[in-house]
């Protein structure tokens, strides 16, 4: 995918995962003053959750940089394995949280369908777009009982890299498929 016909894309993809890469460490500066109040455990999980999105977008800039070649698929099913990670991270804060019940739930199955993302062969296009859009949506769905609670500017920005985590996800999908299209590839 390296004409220039593709070039806003790659601008729009880029844009994001610096986005990404800046408000996770402004949630990394912010959570690190809450380090010796008494919740060191639940701040040390969230910022490794936090590091490990931005090794991945920075697997993202890779696989971009790469031109989203077939050849460079290893970025690709890298950033979904971190994106794994960072979602069993995610679990962990829960369950330390004692959040209800269907939060759990909703977490076990972000981390199953993204585990498929990064697992299934050739899942093909619409069925991939419809586990991102499941996985937004159930990321919605979690997202509400949070923005009742008492919530620091640390924390949010960690939400808010999540929803950017699977922006980026959604992208690298597009860029796979264009590829293949370019390729001659279903």
């Given at each position: 995918m390296d004409d220039k016909k593709?070039?806003?894309?790659?601008?729009?993809?880029?844009?994001?995962?610096?986005?990404?890469?800046?408000?996770?460490?402004?949630?990394?500066?912010?959570?690190?003053?809450?380090?010796?109040?008494?919740?060191?455990?639940?701040?040390?999980?969230?910022?490794?959750?936090?590091?490990?999105?931005?090794?991945?977008?920075?697997?993202?800039?890779?696989?971009?940089?790469?031109?989203?070649?077939?050849?460079?698929?290893?970025?690709?099913?890298?950033?979904?394995c971190l994106m794994v990670i960072s979602l069993i991270f995610r679990l962990m804060i829960f369950i330390t949280n004692k959040v209800n019940t269907l939060m759990i739930i909703g977490a076990v199955v972000t981390i199953i369908l993204a585990i498929i993302l990064m697992a299934g062969k050739d899942l093909g296009r619409n069925v991939s777009f419809a586990i991102l859009a499941a996985l937004i949506i159930i990321e919605v769905l979690l997202k509400f009982p949070i923005s009742l609670s008492d919530i620091s500017i640390g924390q949010l920005g960690?939400?808010?890299?999540?929803?950017?985590?699977?922006?980026?996800?959604?992208?690298?999908?597009?860029?796979?498929?264009?590829?293949?299209?370019?390729?001659?590839?279903?």
């Open positions: 593709h070039l806003p894309f790659k601008i729009v993809h880029l844009v994001l995962m610096c986005l990404t890469i800046v408000i996770t460490f402004v949630g990394i500066i912010q959570m690190t003053k809450r380090l010796g109040t008494g919740t060191d455990g639940v701040v040390m999980i969230r910022l490794l959750s936090s590091a490990v999105r931005v090794s991945a977008m920075v697997v993202g800039i890779l696989y971009m940089a790469s031109g989203y070649k077939k050849s460079a698929a290893g970025y690709y099913k890298l950033f979904f960690g939400e808010l890299s999540m929803f950017m985590l699977y922006g980026t996800a959604g992208f690298m999908i597009t860029a796979k498929y264009i590829d293949k299209t370019l390729r001659g590839s279903k």
